[in-house]
T-cell receptor, first 116, second 117 residues
Framework: AQKITQTQPGMFVQEKEAVTLDCTYD???????LFWYKQPSSGEMIFLIY??????QNATEGRYSLNFQKARKSANLVISASQLGDSAMYFC?????????????FGTGTRLTVIP | GAVVSQHPSWVICKSGTSVKIECRSL??????MFWYRQFPKQSLMLMAT?????????EQGVEKDKFLINHASLTLSTLTVTSAHPEDSSFYIC?????????????FGQGTRLTVV
């Protein structure tokens, strides 16, 4: 089974609007971390936000917030007030903290296009 | 965040030659190094994991004799693609990890885009 599932290959959003990128995960590890990365065309992986499995509150970092629903195993990224520079690939990833080697498992990504 | 330097950022090589990619963690000691590969329009897939001073552990389907990993120090790891072929053309990216990391971020190098012609 896929550990990370991103069901939206592509998304469009109007500039200044909010957009939600979906991510669901699958793990039996009681301790895990969820990450979102932005990958522009240059290829670098830009860290956006982190949510720990034991965190009670949803993570927020500026215009980014993570809608963490543990029972549903979802960790959707919300980008508010979209900007043209937000156009990129976005990857959701998970690290299992007790099992495995602590590498990240990535989803297939969502290409976000911000329309002027 | 931590500073990770990966070189070269891109390389074009002839089929049959070898290419070495370096990954340096500049401000922390990387006890573990993850090497990922990303084919065009695909996600990042873990290739191998290496711990400083130990042999690397390769994921299923990754040839250890083709992708040589050296992690001889806590600040430097190298990935050598030996006898490269066009199907090895990909984006390779390293991710060092410190044993003392708090866990709220995972760091990556800038990546190396390899094209084998």
């Amino acid at each position: 089974a896929q550990k990370i599932t991103q069901t939206q290959p592509g998304m469009f959003v109007q500039e200044k609007e909010a957009v939600t990128l979906d991510c669901t995960y699958d793990t039996s590890d009681p301790s895990y971390g969820l990450f979102w990365y932005k990958q522009p065309s240059s290829g670098e992986m830009i860290f956006l936000i982190y949510q720990g499995s034991y965190d009670q509150q949803n993570a927020t970092e500026g215009r980014y917030s993570l809608n963490f629903q543990k029972a549903r195993k979802s960790a959707n990224l919300v980008i508010s007030a979209s900007q043209l520079g937000d156009s990129a690939m976005y990857f959701c990833a998970m690290r299992e903290d007790q099992t495995g080697a602590n590498n990240l498992f990535f989803g297939t990504g969502t290409r976000l296009t911000v329309i002027p | 965040g931590a500073v990770v330097s990966q070189h070269p950022s891109w390389v074009i090589c002839k089929s049959g030659t070898s290419v070495k990619i370096e990954c340096r963690s500049l401000d922390f000691q990387a006890t573990t190094m993850f090497w990922y590969r990303q084919f065009p329009k695909q996600s990042l897939m873990l290739m191998a994991t290496s711990n400083e001073g130990s042999k690397a552990t390769y994921e299923q389907g990754v040839e250890k004799d083709k992708f040589l990993i050296n992690h001889a120090s806590l600040t430097l790891s190298t990935l050598t693609v030996t006898s490269a072929h066009p199907e090895d053309s990909s984006f390779y990216i390293c991710s060092p990890r410190s044993a003392r990391e708090g866990g709220t971020e995972a760091f990556f190098g800038q990546g190396t885009r390899l094209t084998v012609v």
